[in-house]
C-alpha cells in the first residue's frame, strides 16, 4: 500500500460528531454537560478524551450510544455514523429504544466502563452474560454463541474459560471483571470501542495489563477506540489524537505530539504541568488553582477563566473564544492565542 | 445444593424439638390442669363425673406425673395418634371438647383457600403495580398507585370489611357472613356450592389483599428503582438489548429476590389466618380459634396452634432460604 491510499485509508472517519449538545434540566437550571462538542474519530483511530471529573466526558461517550441518563437530554448537534458500506446514519436522530439503534449498541459500537465490580449482573453467569450480545448480533445458534464467548475469554487472557464461563462475577476480581467486560465488548467485534476510563478503578499493575490488552485489541480487530480518562500519561502511551476538554467544552484538539509537546491552552499547559515526572525533583506538585465550577447557568465567558493564570481582564470574562485551528489540525479556544469569538445564543 | 438442604432439615429437627417444649410450657403455665378445671365445669352443671374416666384421662395424658412425663407422653400421643389433646371450650356447641386436631382440621381448608386466593390477588396486582411505578417513576400512575396504595394501607381491615359488608347488604341485600351462604354452610361439596364461595369469598380476599397489595407495591417500587440505576443494566442496555427484556432479565429478576426471601412467612400467615377480619366476616378460619383459645385458657388448643405456626415458620424460613440459594449464587450457607 503506497503513502496516499494509507492516508486516504486513515482519514476515513468512523463517527463524525457535531455540535452536540446534552443538557440536564435539574431543579437548579440547565445544566450544560456537553456544550457544542465536534470531533471526528478515524477507522482504527486512537482517540483520546482527557478532562477532570464532571467535564463531560462520559455523557459524551453516553451520547455516541444513545444511553445519556434521565434527565440529560441531546438539544442539539448531530453524530454521523459511518456503515461499512459507506452509508451513514445520524444517531441523534434514532428513538433511543428503537430497533435501529440497538443494531448499532453492542454490535458495532461497544463500551467498557469504569466500574467492573457493578457492571456485571451478580446473579448471572459469565457465560450467560457473555453470549447475550453474541446471540443477538452474531449468531442464534447458542452453540456458536457458546464457541466465540469462550474464544473471546481466552482472547483475553482469561486462564481456564471452560470453568470460568460458568461461574459469577462475585468469583472474579476486579482486573478479571474488567477483562470479562472487555470480552463482552469484543465478542461482536465492533468497529468504534468506547473504553470509559476502564483503568480507573484497577490496581496500578492491572491498569497496565488492561491498556495493554485494549491497545493490542485495537490492532488486532482494526477498530477505532474512544478512550475517555483523566491519565495524561495513558494518552501519551496509546492514543493518536486528543481532545481536552473542559466544562462541557473541547478547549484543545489535536495529535498527541502537538498536544504534550506544544500546548497552547493554559489549561492543558497547567494538566501538563501538574503531573509528576520521574527523574525530576520539585519541591511541591503543580496544581490548578479553584475548582471546577457546576456548569449551571454560567456567564458567557471563557469557562477557565476564573482559574486561569494568563487570563486577559475585560475579554476573557465578557465573551467565548472559538475554538479555532491554530495549527494544521491543532485547535484551541483561547483568546490568547486567537481572538475570534463564539456566538453564544 | 441437596447437600445444604440435608444439613438444614437435619438444624430443623432440634428446633422443632425445642419449639414443642416451649409450646408445652405455654400449655402448662396458666395455674390447674386441664382435667381439674373439665371437672370443675361438669361439677357447676351439676353433673356427676365418671371417676373411671377422670382415671383414664389422667391415665392418658400423665396428669400427676412430673411435666417431662407429661411432655413426653403429649409428643408420644401426638407422634404416634396425632392427638394434640382435647379442647376443654366450646365453641358454639360443636366444639365441645373436641379433639384439638379435629378443631383444626376442621378449620384448616376455609383458612388456606382465603389465604392462598389473597396471596395470589396480592402478588397479581401488586407485582405489575410496583414494575410499572419503578420504571414510570413520577408519573400520573405512580402517584396514584402510591395514593391508594397508602390508603389500602392505613384502612384498618377490620373497619374496610364492615364497610364492604354494609355496601353489599345495602346493594344487593345479600348479607356477607361466612364464606357460605346459610343453606350451604353444612352441605358436602357441589357445583352450587363452589359457585357459592365464590359469591362470598372475594370480600375476605379484597379485604386482606388491599392491605398487603399496598406494602407489595412499596417493597417492589424501592426495590426495582435501586436496581434500574445500576451499571450493570446500563451494560445489558449497551448490548443492544431491548428495554422489556432486559428489564425483566436484569433489575426485575434481582428485585424479586428480596421479595422471594419473605416467602416462608406466607405459610404460618396461611395457617394463621387474620383473626380479626375472620370474626368480623364470620369466617371459619383458625385465627378466631386462637384468639379465644387464649382468651379461655384453653391451653391444650392454644398451645397446639402455636406449635404448629411456629413449626410453619420454621418450614417457610427453609423454603425462603433453599429458594434464595438457587436464585441468588452469590448466597451460600456453607
Redesign the interface.
Known sequence: MDGSAEARKRAQSIIDVDNLSVHFHVDEGTLKAVDRVSFTIAERQMFGLIGESGCGKTVTAQSLMRLVPKPGQIVGGSINFFGEQGGKTDLVQLDKSGSEIRAIRGNEIAMVFQEPMSSLSPIHSIGNQLMEAVRLHVTRNKREAYEIALEMLDLVGIPNPVQRMGEYPHHFSGGMRQRVMIAMALSCRPRLLIADEPTTALDVTVQAQILDLIAQSQAQFNMAVLYITHDLGIIAEICDKVAVMYLGQIVEHGSVRDIFHNPLHPYTRRLLASTPRIGQRTSRLQTIEGTVPTPIDLPIACGFCARCPDRIDGTCDVAMPALVEIEDNHFVRCFLHDERQEVVL | MLHIIVRRIFILIPMLVLLSMISFIIIQLPPGDYLSSYVMRLESQGLVVDEAEIQRLEQRYGLGQPLTTQYFRWMRNFIVNGDLGRSFGSYGSSYDNKPVSDIIMERLPATMIISIVSTIVVWAIAIPIGIYSATHQYSLMDYLSIFIGFIGLAIPNFLFAIIIMWIVFAQTGHAVTGLFSLEFRHAPWSFAKVIDMLKNVWVPVLVLATAGTAGLIRVMRANLLDELN???V??????????RRLLW??PV??AF?PIFSTIGWLLPAMVGGEALVSIILNLQTIGPVLLTAVLRQDMYLAGSIIMILSTLTLIGTLISDIALVW????IRYD
Open positions: 445500576k451499571q450493570y446500563v451494560t445489558a442496555r449497551a448490548k443492544g438489548l431491548s428495554e432479565k436484569y429478576r434481582i429476590n436464585l441468588d449464587p452469590r
